[in-house]
């Protein structure tokens, strides 16, 4: 018998927002750099790749991720200043997510926010205090997505055993922690689809 989900976890960029790979790349057609330099730098450059888990983790400045960024794709060093910022320029908050959030809110779900932070300013804190129960973000906690604590964390702040819990990513490497921890989980692709999946997996209707 399916465990009953009475709870919501949700990640924010690419999932409250509008897709966050898309804003990678508008940031490196005006950069004058190939998408998949950054992608590539992200994957396989080791430099880069710690880089990005120290700033995620909240053990690197912004100053000195946007340095390293600038130099794994050979860009002035002056380009580094604002560059998260310019990184993160495309990317804007998903209405239809917001929406869905305060309705199941509204209609008794315990809603948490679990994300793997780029920097303070990537969160408007007003939106948060309205729509989440509990917030766990990396920056905050020094580890990050897919590590385990990440989701037993946010269960707990919304005061819930993570098997009441749906996890929304949408990165399919994000969910297998969530499953194995018994949440339900959902890969988020599009609102379209993510919305009615999670009417049916928390029973309210979101129209």
């Not at 199941?104 to 969160?123: D, F, I």
């Not at 990440?150 to 819990?165: F, H, K, V």
């Not at 959902?186 to 009417?199: F, G, K, M, Y």
């Amino acid at each position: 018998m399916a465990a009953e989900r009475h709870g919501l976890l949700i990640d924010w960029g690419g999932v409250m927002t509008t897709n966050l790979l898309r804003a990678f790349g508008a940031f490196c057609a005006a950069e004058g750099v190939q998408p998949r330099t950054l992608r590539d730098a992200f994957r396989e450059d080791r430099e880069t790749r710690d880089a990005l888990i120290a700033f995620e983790e909240g053990r690197l400045e912004d100053d000195r991720f946007a340095a390293q960024i600038a130099r794994a794709l050979r860009l002035a060093p002056e380009r580094a200043e604002g560059l998260i910022g310019r990184m993160l320029g495309g990317m804007e908050i998903e209405p239809a997510m917001v929406t869905m959030v305060r309705t199941v809110r509204a209609a008794g779900v315990r809603t948490g926010l679990v994300s793997n932070s780029w920097g303070a300013n990537m969160y408007p804190e007003d939106l948060l205090d309205e729509l989440f129960d509990g917030v766990v973000l990396s920056g905050h906690e020094g580890f990050r997505k897919p590590d385990p604590r990440m989701y037993t964390l946010g269960a707990q702040r919304i005061g819930l055993p993570p098997e009441a819990c749906v996890f929304v990513d949408d990165l399919p490497f994000n969910l297998d922690p969530a499953r194995e921890l018994g949440m339900g989980v959902v890969q988020h692709t599009d609102p379209a689809v993510t919305i009615p999946e999670l009417s049916r997996v928390l029973g309210v209707t979101l129209d």
